[in-house]
């Protein structure tokens, strides 16, 4: 069963790509007269765009703050939703969210609204019945339009449906200085033979291959997690991946462990990490790729989700400054897979301007802010080309669109307090070297919830 369900998130993408790229047929929803995105009749949205609640707050949490790149994406985001309806829209994010938000919802202070970066943290409130069901206020019809199945799929729950996807990010991709990659006459890497081939090439001509940091406040480490999952989908089957992510192959398998010796095998090479090891823990993930940008390059690849773009320097230019390619495939047996990750909201207090917020987020207007200024793909089917303003998105939606399989980032998947918890906590304690891996393995599945 879960395999087919995998698949069918994989056709869905493919298909959610196609129709991007071809056009989606013509909405029914209500036309909007005075503002420039569409909303379901009869709802507190239509309501709202009358004035009707004019002079509300509505929170919304979430894993960024508000001054940081997404943050101020964003704001970018619900600015014609704040204009059209007077509703104020207030991000309280913060980088210590997820262990903030256990706190603030078992003290009974619930924001309106939560952004959730992982599912499975998200399905620990849904068990704690502090979620409304989307059932509730929006229409089957409306949320069929918006969205392929497979995304209402994942957020729901024990038959429920308890979230509103938002957007996406694909992850398997390599950063690279464009202009001193060309010069430098160095090509892109199409297995991982060519890679570490690669690497080396790069060390010898004395320079740094990559930048690589996982610092992250609360939740340090998962950039490593997705250096896992990636190997996880290069090293060994689909239905191990899946098998993993639902508890069913613990960490300590032979399975596991060989995907990060894989990618430790580079990481804990000194020669081919800016910094070498010992700065990975401590180097902060959003700033990890600046050297890359220096010249001349202080390392000069970086894998991350495209989201990082927004943490780039002021000024570069995709295409220009910088250009990426597909993070290679190691065992031609497990084909071009590819990792995506993405945010959903669930709304914790029920009152119409919420409900109003929580309708905005079904259309990709609502992700305008990255659709516009880059860095994640709307997971809205009606989202058309036109409303990507960089060309850097629709060229990730051609890398994804060539990968033979695709799985959903398997930390945010799993257990809140396995993949947003000991999973972070152990990989960055082997990647610091005051755990091997058997014992960081051995932690992490203890952690599994009974």
């Not at 390392?299 to 943490?311: D, V």
């Not at 669930?346 to 659709?371: C, H, I, K, Q």
């Not at 307090?417 to 304690?429: K, M, Y």
Request: some cysteine; charged content about 20%.
């Amino acid at each position: 069963m879960k395999k087919v369900l995998w698949q069918v998130l994989a056709l869905t993408l493919a298909a959610s790509l196609l129709l991007a790229a071809c056009g989606t047929p013509a909405p029914t929803e209500v036309p909007a007269t005075e503002v420039d995105f569409p909303y379901p009749a009869g709802g507190a949205l239509e309501e709202a765009l009358k004035g009707s609640y004019s002079g509300t707050t509505v929170t919304v949490d979430g894993a960024f703050e508000g001054n940081d790149p997404d943050g101020v994406k964003f704001a970018e985001s619900v600015k014609a939703f704040e204009e059209a309806t007077g509703i104020t829209v207030n991000y309280i994010g913060n980088k210590e969210f997820e262990a903030t938000i256990s706190v603030r919802v078992d003290a009974g202070d619930a924001p309106d609204i939560v952004d959730f970066p992982q599912p499975g943290k998200a399905a620990q409130f849904v068990a704690g019945g502090d979620i409304v069901p989307v059932s509730e206020y929006l229409s089957d019809e409306w949320l069929t339009q918006q969205y392929n199945q497979s995304w209402r799929d994942m957020v729901t729950f024990d038959g429920a449906e308890m979230g509103i996807f938002h957007r996406f990010n694909g992850k398997s991709l390599v950063w690279y200085p464009k202009k001193a990659w060309d010069a430098a006459g160095y090509e892109i890497p199409e297995t991982w033979e060519e890679l570490m081939a690669l690497n080396q090439q790069i060390a010898d001509d004395g320079d740094t291959p990559w930048c690589i940091g996982v610092e992250s406040g609360a939740a340090t480490g998962w950039a490593a997690t997705d250096w896992t999952e990636e190997m996880m989908l290069r090293t060994t089957s689909l239905e191990n991946y899946d098998a993993w992510v639902a508890g069913e192959l613990s960490f300590d398998s032979p399975e596991v462990k060989k995907a990060i010796e894989t990618w430790s095998e580079l990481w804990f090479n000194d020669a081919y990490v800016y910094g070498g090891r010992s700065s990975i823990v401590t180097t902060f993930f959003g700033d990890s790729p600046a050297p890359m940008f220096e010249d001349p390059p202080q390392c000069w690849m970086h894998k991350q989700g495209n989201f990082i773009t927004g943490f780039f320097p002021e000024g570069t230019v995709a295409g220009e400054d910088y250009g990426f390619f597909y993070f290679p495939p190691v065992d031609p047996a497990y084909g071009k897979p590819f990792l995506v990750a993405g945010d959903s909201m669930y709304m914790f207090n029920d009152r119409p301007e919420v409900r109003a917020l929580m309708e905005y987020f079904t259309v990709p207007e609502s992700a305008s802010g990255w659709l516009q200024g880059g860095g994640a793909l709307a997971a809205h089917q009606t989202v058309t080309p036109d409303m990507y303003g960089v060309e850097l998105e629709k060229g990730i939606a051609e890398l994804v669109a060539q990968a033979t399989s695709f799985r959903f980032d398997g930390s945010d998947l799993m257990p809140g307090e396995v993949g947003a918890g000991s999973f972070w906590e152990h990989i960055s304690s082997y990647v610091a070297g005051s755990e091997d891996l058997d014992t960081a393995m051995k932690a992490i599945d203890a952690t599994w919830p009974k």
